[in-house]
């Protein structure tokens, strides 16, 4: 591996975080003026080798080359100083400043005598915005621009320290069709100047496209690194998946009752497009997608978060108007939201937080019924093996398999009917996965009908007595248990509807 | 993520043992660290045991009820201000508010008024005192429906009533105290006897003004410990979005938030107009500032999430024995406030110090 031809070299690297082996032993290369893709499943360990690599996050272990020279990066900064510009998955702009304001951000031209030197500022940035034949006013705000050209700005400010390498973490997420074809152009043009490109991406239709090597990503190991030629989409999937089925998921049948949810034409203007799904009592609907598919914005559009634009949802039959979260409590829906802290006060105690969506319920004339409130919390710690000091220690001082049983807790409380779980198992351990699981199946006994959105597709055909995939906001397939493999369910993600 | 192993009884206690350390992390229960931990009341008690032995009149019957007479109106507004803060909101309103409804109040029950050309004269002392109420609790509401409807900062929200309602005061006054010699000659300049009493007379020895005081601290104290809103402000102010996820309407609690202070503002202008005998556009400025730092030397947190209204009585007292024993050692009152903006810094610096090292 003596050839300079290599802009960047890792070798082994490793990261830990708490419970997660984020990247096992990962090598990785890029070469001049090459679109290296880097592919897998959400938690594969991308945007954790992305940071690394940007020096946002400090290695464990392993060796950085730059050039054939190691290096040891300390942080974003001194990584921008090796070359390295990173565009993040977040734009990291700030929106009330003008776009050269913010290329130019922490190295503004400056006068003899300390001033801003305004006059070149705007130059410069035009020159260098002129450069990729970008046409973007370097004096307006970035808050009048469009999701592609702020991408672009972006990029510019990234490559306004004269980076040779550039990092983008799934830039084309947000963009649409014709947007995205501009930010190829532009990649394009950047690889003639001998710019090397990691580009991070889950959407397999692009690889083609831009790609000289495609390397996959698997569970923070590095599963293969392939030529663009010999990267065809089964083979990539087939990288991509692979991992076993094991017998840890407690899952019991049900008998399916009565429908008890039905939505027909769901449309949130850019994100849900027309969704139909029925949920029976006694039934877990899980619902497969990658990050961005417009799982959650189902959820919180289900719950009355977000507005829908047009559909028509129906709760044991009746079609009902959900516009306010309190509104899906009355009706019966209880929503365990994707982030923990979304759902719980953290500065409140455990019982608070059991009884927070069950306050009316537990009122008489405004005051609080302080013996069955204790007796509710009691149960449910009881019930739910919740590990606390008492019924009165704060929220924040439990752990996250806790937290997350409190936030279990709540919704078991306020006796929902349909209940949506959005991502039930993340940064939890394993052994209050299974619990929550074994929480899943009493729930479902006693009736009550379950949306499972999940990343862990393991976990989802497991659990799940029918799969809905979304892709890009529609559901691309539908199998019943037991039906499909993880390879179906990840095309389905990946590529859209057959 | 990562992949599901196998798994045995083990991982519950595994998971146990990760948390019950978090419980047993507590300093050892020496005698200082049990006052420690007391809080605000640990600086009361300090300026209590320094004033009485620094001056000999400080600790009689008589200035003690001194103190809880001049100090009840900023313990009334302060306790509607702990349940604003701790809904994450804050109101500087307060003063302005306090002096439109005891102007209002004032001027019904002492003047003529023309009115679509009736005349209406004085009122009713009790329906002036309703009314006054009434104007509190509407500018207090306008102050919520602003915040929560109009989606605009606290701050921004009630610094504008803070202004409106001041003027509307200047215009109800003209900008002379109420009661002045021009306008309620028969009553010789005094206002109707039920006002004065509210504020400064006394039942079996104990002075009104601090019982009404204690009274709305009861109230208060209700409804944080024991009402379903109470709870819903503490989730408001902790965490918005789990409240409103976890089916709380949060305007509505804002707005219930700021009425209720609207309310005590009203109640604590009788309680003053009462003990000075009139009622005047400019009575009362600055309260705003003096009742947020009672609440905030009681614990609770300007951010939202936190409070107590004990805290805040104790906030309240300290504000109030400290001006009283300054007076008393001849401070001058321009040192008494530089003094008084040391001890509010140095008591929450001292309380947050307290929380970090012994929790809350």
């Keep these: 591996m003596e050839s300079s031809a290599f802009l960047l070299r890792a070798e082994a690297v490793d990261k830990n975080f708490p419970g997660v082996h984020a990247l096992n032993k990962v090598d990785f290369d890029l070469k001049e003026g090459e679109v290296h893709v880097l592919l897998g499943e959400n938690g594969a360990g991308k945007s954790t080798l992305m940071k690394v690599i940007s020096g946002t996050l400090p290695k464990d272990e392993g060796k950085i080359f730059i050039h054939d020279q190691e290096v040891d990066l300390t942080s974003p900064h001194h990584a921008r100083n090796l070359g390295i510009g990173m565009v993040y998955q977040e734009l990291s702009l700030i929106q009330s400043l003008s776009v050269a304001e913010n290329i130019f951000l922490g190295s503004f031209p400056k006068r003899s005598i300390g001033t801003l030197h305004w006059s070149r500022l705007y130059k410069e940035a035009h020159k260098l915005l002129d450069d990729f034949s970008v046409e973007i006013d370097p004096h307006q705000r970035i808050s009048a621009l469009g999701m592609a050209e702020r991408q672009l700005v972006e990029i510019t400010k990234a490559l306004s320290i004269n980076a040779k390498i550039l990092l983008l973490d799934e830039p084309t997420s947000a963009l649409s069709d014709e947007e995205r074809g501009r930010l190829f152009d532009i990649i394009h043009q950047l690889q003639k100047r001998g710019v090397g490109i990691v580009y991070v991406s889950h959407r397999l239709d692009e690889v083609p496209q831009i790609a000289q090597r495609v390397s996959v ?59 139909n799904l029925i949920l029976h009592e006694g039934e877990i609907l899980g619902i497969a997608g990658l990050m961005g598919a417009g799982r959650t914005e189902l959820a919180r559009a289900l719950f009355g978060i977000d507005e829908i634009d047009s559909g028509t949802i129906f709760i044991n039959g009746h079609a009902v108007k959900i516009s306010s979260p309190w509104e899906a409590i009355e009706l019966g829906l209880g929503y365990l939201t994707e982030n923990r802290t979304d759902g719980l006060v953290p500065g409140l105690s455990v019982t608070t937080n059991i009884i927070l969506a069950s306050l009316k319920r537990l009122c008489t004339l405004g005051f609080l019924r302080r013996n069955t409130e204790k007796s509710f919390s009691e149960k449910y710690i009881r019930e739910l093996n919740i590990h606390t000091a008492g019924l009165n220690q704060k929220l924040e001082l439990l752990s996250g398999g806790n937290q997350q049983k409190v936030a279990l807790a709540k919704w078991l409380c306020s006796h929902s009917k349909i209940m949506i779980f959005d991502e039930p198992t993340r940064g939890i351990d394993v052994g209050s996965k299974i619990e929550v699981f074994r929480l899943m199946n009493q729930l479902i006994k006693k009736g009550v009908g379950i949306i499972m959105i999940s990343s862990e597709l393991p976990e989802v055909m497991a659990m799940s007595d029918r799969i809905l995939v979304m892709c890009r906001g529609s559901f691309s397939a539908e199998f019943q248990r037991g039906e499909a493999t993880q390879e179906d369910l990840l095309r389905c993600a990946v590529i859209g509807g057959e | 993520m990562f992949q599901i192993k196998k798994v045995t009884e083990q991982s519950d206690d595994r998971s146990s043992a990760i948390f019950w350390p978090i419980k047993n992390v507590r300093f050892p229960e020496t005698g200082w660290s049990v006052l420690l931990r007391g809080g605000p009341i ?99 509401s306008l102050n919520g429906l602003v915040v929560a409807k109009g989606r605009i900062p606290d701050f921004v929200a009630t610094l504008g009533m803070m202004e409106a ?196």
């Design chain 2, 42 to 140: 640990i600086a009361l008690l300090f300026l209590l045991i320094y004033f009485s032995l620094a001056t000999p009149h400080f600790g009689t019957l008589s200035n003690l009820k001194n103190i809880a007479q001049q100090n009840a109106y900023l313990v009334i507004l302060a306790i509607g201000q702990t349940l604003v803060i701790t809904g994450a909101g804050i109101d500087l309103s307060v003063g302005a508010v306090m002096a439109v409804s005891a102007s209002v109040m004032a001027v019904l029950a002492t003047q003529e008024l023309s009115i679509l050309g009736m005349t209406i004269g004085p009122v009713n002392v009790w329906l002036a005192m309703l009314i006054g109420l009434v104007v509190g609790t509407i500018a207090g």
């Design chain 1, 217 to 275: 990503l698997r569970d923070g190991k590095k599963i293969g690194t392939l030529p663009v030629e010999e990267a065809d989409e089964e083979t990539l999937i087939r990288m991509m998946v692979g991992r076993e089925l094991k017998e840890h998921f407690p899952k019991e049948k049900v008998p399916l009752g009565r429908e008890v949810l039905r939505v027909e034409g769901l449309t949130v203007k850019n994100k849900l497009n027309r969704l």
């Design chain 2, 165 to 360: 309602a001041r003027g509307a005061a200047l215009l109800v006054t003209g900008g002379l105290p109420v009661p002045s010699h021009l306008t309620a000659t028969e009553l010789k300049g005094y206002l109707p006897e039920p006002i004065i009493w509210m504020g400064g007379s006394e039942i079996f020895g104990i002075p009104t003004g601090p019982l009404i005081a204690i009274a709305t601290v009861i109230i208060g104290w209700i409804i944080m410990s024991q009402t379903g809103l109470g709870r819903a402000i503490f989730a408001v102010g902790g965490n918005k979005e789990a409240a409103r996820v976890s089916g709380i309407k949060v305007d509505r609690i804002k707005i219930a938030t700021y009425t209720i202070m609207g309310l005590m503002a009203a109640v604590a202008g009788i309680v003053l107009t009462g003990r000075m005998n009139s009622a005047n556009a400019l009575m009362a400025t600055g309260v705003e500032l003096k009742c947020i730092a009672a609440v905030v030397i009681g614990g609770t947190n300007l951010f939202g999430g936190e409070g107590t209204i004990i805290g805040t009585l104790i906030g309240a007292i300290i504000m109030g024995a400290l001006g009283n024993g300054l007076n008393l050692l001849n401070v001058s009152a321009f040192w008494q406030r530089v003094i008084m903006g040391i001890v509010i810094i140095v008591v929450v610096v001292f309380d947050q110090w307290r929380r970090r090292r012994f929790g809350a």
